[in-house]
């Protein structure tokens, strides 16, 4: 929107143009949405890659990317496919509303 609450971040890896959002909320802070850049927490953690990957070292720059740009924004981490970590969002419509 050129006002910054929305970041496309390029993180090849996963798909050689595959991209990945850093969303600002006014009131909640920062999300960093991986999509297919880190399929779950396992793979945010370094524990393993993802099974599908064009590039691996692609993969993994780009989650070190994504790293660090979340410990600068302290920004909640959203991962693509994880069912797990699911369950430890706040979940709308009560929260995330800015």
Known sequence: Y???SIIIIFTPGHAPGHQSFLVRLNNSGY??????????????????LPGLVCSAVDTVDSVKKLKK?????NALIVTGHDPHAWEDFK???????D
């Open 2 to 4: 050129g006002d910054g």
């Open 91 to 97: 979940k709308a419509p009560m929260f995330y509303y």
């Open 31 to 48: 999300i960093l949405l991986t999509i297919d850049a880190a399929y779950t927490m396992d793979h945010w953690n370094d524990l393993t």
């Open 69 to 73: 740009l979340a410990k600068e924004k």
